[in-house]
């Protein structure tokens, strides 16, 4: 019982916190740009990041995947507690940090937090985790712009054959598919959501790199860009550009993290229930 008390506990205290980190930037919305100030450090942010990570992980089931391509990939798969309807499908893409074939890497933040208990219960769906056997995106210098856009790599495909055989043997609602990535895996959602924009209903970048010869494409795609203003590694200027571009037809959602680098994003706003609260809420047409 006390397990189950300390659970609600910290799940009302996320909510709260969001609510608090929220209502100090009046101007937030589902579509548009928002500058969401520096929070402090808490034990409850490190004690809630320390709760998503030591997650079991026992619940992703390890798997391989060929496609048509000379090297596979390996990957982690969630099914949700009941799959007699159809749910959605979640994919998280990895940073580069992740890179190789252990098949264990790949399981940060991001794939943890969709899997929590508190999560599953508000918006259970499958996760999907693939693990890139090298770089999924690459960064170039866009000379006309003078920012880097990325360009996706071989991997990326095999990825995305290897949802498309998700689609055929689990019981997925396919105007529900999700994309949500950090860093390198950030750019390879956007990257993901060029090649194939009918495949997906949204898509979450945070901190990467964005691409741009399909801008005209991509406005039609609800996405949501999280990046914090000090990032260095992947500059913060690349997605400032992107959302100028895409933001006419009110389909891309910018939050500006002020004051933060890249590997300090992972700030109180974004490890409640807010990315799939956003997210279901979009069905593809």
């Known amino acids: 019982m ?19 980190i929220l209502s100090c930037n009046k101007s937030i919305h589902t579509f548009g740009k928002t500058k ?3 929070s402090v450090d808490s034990i409850y942010l490190k004690q809630r990041i320390a709760k998503i990570k030591g997650l079991n992980i026992d619940a992703f089931t390890r798997n391989s995947f ?18 007699n309807r159809k749910l959605p499908l979640v994919i998280v893409f ?20 969709f899997a929590t208990d508190e999560i599953q219960a508000k918006y259970p769906a ?42 055929n043997t689990l019981n997925i609602d396919e105007k529900r598919i999700y994309l949500i990535g950090f860093s390198m ?20 970048s945070i901190s990467g790199i964005p691409q741009f010869d399909k801008v005209k494409t991509l406005t039609s795609i609800p996405i949501w860009l999280i990046h914090g203003n000090m990032d260095t590694e992947n500059p913060f200027n690349s997605d400032k550009q992107f959302f100028e571009e895409v933001s006419q037809n009110n389909r891309t959602r910018f939050w500006e993290f002020d004051n933060l680098a890249h590997n300090d994003i992972f700030a109180p706003a974004i ?7 956003w997210l279901f809420k979009y069905n593809r047409k």
């Open 94 to 113: 990895h940073g580069s940090n992740a890179v190789g074939n252990d098949n264990n890497s790949q399981l940060g933040i991001l794939a943890k937090l």
């Open 126 to 167: 499958f996760v999907l985790a693939p693990q890139f056997p090298s770089r999924s995106s690459n960064y170039v210098l866009d000379q006309s712009r003078n920012v880097l856009t990325s360009v996706p790599q071989p991997c990326l495909t095999t990825a995305l054959q290897l949802i498309d055989s998700l689609k």
């Open 2 to 20: 006390r397990i189950k008390i300390n659970h609600a506990v910290n799940y009302i205290c996320s909510v709260v916190l969001l609510c608090g």
């Open 66 to 83: 060929k496609g048509t391509a000379d090297t596979p990939i390996v990957y982690r798969l969630l099914k949700p507690k009941s799959t």
């Open 36 to 38: 969401i100030e520096k």
């Open 271 to 277: 490890l409640t229930d807010e990315l799939p609260h």
């Open 185 to 204: 895996g950030a750019s390879s959602v956007i990257n993901a959501l060029s090649l194939k924009p009918d495949l997906f209903a949204a898509g979450i």
